[in-house]
């Protein structure tokens, strides 16, 4: 046979390069082989008049399919054959890569999309459906191995299932459902790891010692063990726990694992030794005994799902209206950056849950969310007066906004002001000024009376001492410029004078590291940048509760340091 002269087909398509191998088998022949010295079985053909033919297709569509090979031999005498197969007809198409699909999701209008990939060809773009919490939506773009869809405003501080249909052209389809947790404003999570967080709701559980840990006749339950770390990167070491008592180690990481991928998991790293809500929460998947401590334990499996202690969604507020100012869940509201105690400590789940004032007991004990059911005597005036006026301003206008805006009758006159005409408004300075809890009239009035006034500074932004300030200026006014930090438009920016007396690891540990000056102190978040010892500048931009700030240093040897303070 002539090789040179084979030829395999698919559906009439030439397949490169098939592969003829002659008749043969191991024969009973050693060679030596160089390589290792040692004597190796031979492979001994047999015939030239016989063989096999290889060949491997292209990736085939589902359905039925021709094959045909056409061999020579050395006298052009053609030898054809022909046969028919079915590629499985029963492969859907695979869906993967949904997204978003975390928990946080601080933009409330997300492109929502989903990879694809189909064994059949092309998708039908009209057989896609795709429907965001049970309402099938519109303008869903289809392109190849990907579905997208530009997602219209979505409600704040919610779980939001995505499912999404596609449909292949042998009418085969594939379904995919998702969810993610939107977080609008970042509002941050209460630390409620620790087991004394969980003691008071649930006293019999005061740590791994009132799980089924113990000897059973004698021997270990090794099952026990194995159905917990079934669900976390931790494996179930006994060596782990026989240098020290079971969870007393505190150096060991883990995360969560087995969960459900579909579900947007809080907590995927425990944030100390004993995290309790890793097994604990929505999506975790955890099993475990229908009765504790159950004497079949150590024979039955677990199949009590545990998984379903969702803290954030069983603290929601049900009185939407705060929600403009507030966080929805009340644990997040409490943990924002300055809520403490009467006694200026942080704010922790046993703060309200072992609190002894009556109004929270009762609230607690009928399930009461709303935020004056603790708050009886919340004063929300008190909490828009501003000191700064002078006599000649307290002429006409009240130092309190609420009452400037909504009754003094001297300035309001015909117009119907509510909250919403500040606390929803689409102005740039106005919605910037709330967030910073800027009470000055010149956060949102930058002209009054023919003159121009000066904004002041957000009081949670350090400026560095020993520098000139300039006043805060609006960003807009640099756009364009090389050096204004992206998506800035909207904010301002506040320059400092050039010094040579200041270098940028003084600016850098300032804002980083001292104690009582880091950004961190104020609630500020690094979210990206770094200096390296000897450099000459650095940018760091941080987030709190969807505020931003960008700070650039930069220094040369003549003229010195200048610092940068842009915020939005």
């Given amino acids: 046979m002539n090789a040179a002269t084979l030829v395999a087909k698919i559906d009439d398509n030439i397949v490169a390069t098939p592969n003829l191998v002659n008749k043969g088998h191991m024969g009973q022949v050693y060679v030596d082989d160089p390589n290792d010295g040692y004597w190796e079985p031979a492979w001994i053909t047999d015939s030239y008049k016989e063989g096999t033919v290889t060949f491997t297709p292209p990736v085939l569509t589902n359905g039925d399919h021709e094959a045909l090979v056409t061999i020579a031999d050395k006298r052009g005498n053609l030898l054809t054959e022909k046969w028919h197969f079915t590629v499985g007809v029963n492969t859907p198409p695979v869906l993967s890569n949904m997204t978003p699909l975390q928990y946080g999701v601080t933009d409330l209008t997300p492109l929502i999309s989903v990879d694809y990939k189909t064994v059949n060809g092309p998708i039908v773009p009209q057989s896609v459906k795709l429907t965001v919490d049970g309402v ?136 100390e030794m004993v995290d309790c809500i890793i097994c604990h929460q929505p999506g975790a998947n955890t099993l475990g005994h229908y009765s504790f401590p159950d004497p079949r334990y150590a024979l039955v499996a677990a199949t009590k799902p545990v998984d379903g202690h969702d803290i954030p969604e069983l603290h929601k507020n049900t009185e939407t209206s705060c929600n403009k100012c507030h966080a929805q869940s009340l644990t997040k509201e409490h943990a924002r950056p300055g809520s403490v105690d009467k006694a200026g400590e942080a704010i922790t789940c046993n703060t309200c849950h072992k609190s002894t004032n009556p109004d929270v007991i009762k609230a607690i004990a009928d399930k009461n969310t709303k935020c004056d059911a603790c708050h009886v005597n919340a004063n929300h005036d008190q909490l828009h007066v501003w000191d700064g006026f002078d006599a000649n301003c307290e002429t006409c206008h009240a130092n309190t906004l609420t009452t400037e805006h909504l009754s003094n009758v001297k300035t309001v006159g015909s117009s119907k002001n509510d909250c919403a005409t500040c606390h929803e408004s689409d102005n740039k300075a106005v919605k910037r000024t709330i967030a910073s809890k800027n009470l000055s009239c010149t956060g949102c009035h930058p002209t009054a009376h023919g003159l121009q006034l000066v904004d002041s500074f957000p009081s949670d932004i350090p400026r560095y001492p020993g520098y000139q300030w300039s006043s805060p200026n609006e960003a807009s006014l640099f756009l364009g410029e090389s050096t204004t930090p992206a998506n800035y438009e909207s904010g301002q920016v506040a320059i400092s004078n050039r010094s040579v007396d200041i270098t940028v690891e003084q600016v850098w540990k300032y804002y980083n590291e001292q104690t009582d000056t880091r950004m961190s102190v104020k609630g500020w978040v690094l979210k990206s940048g770094s200096f390296t010892l000897g450099a000459s500048n650095f940018v760091a931009e941080y987030e709190k509760e969807g505020r931003f700030v960008t700070i650039k240093c930069y220094t040369s040897p003549l003229t010195g340091s200048k610092i940068e303070v842009w915020y939005k």
């Avoid at 519109?138 to 249909?165: C, F, M, R, W």
């Fill in 136 to 271: 099938e939506v519109n303008n869903i773009q289809v392109t190849a191995g990907k579905v997208t869809y530009q997602s219209g405003p979505l409600s704040d501080e919610s779980y939001h299932t995505v499912n999404v249909t596609i449909k292949d052209n042998s009418g085969l389809s594939s379904t995919a459902t998702w969810k993610f947790y939107t977080n609008g404003n970042n509002y941050p999570d209460m630390a409620d790891s620790n087991v004394s967080n969980c003691t008071t709701c649930h006293a019999g559980y005061t740590g791994l010692s009132s799980h089924p840990l113990k000897l059973v006749e004698d021997s270990h339950n090794y099952k026990s063990c194995v159905a917990c770390h079934s669900f976390i990167s931790q494996p179930a070491d006994c060596a782990a726990c026989h240098k020290s008592s079971h969870g007393t180690s505190t150096t060991i990481s883990y995360n969560a694992i087995n969960y459900d991928s579909t579900f947007p998991l809080r907590i995927k790293t425990n944030r």
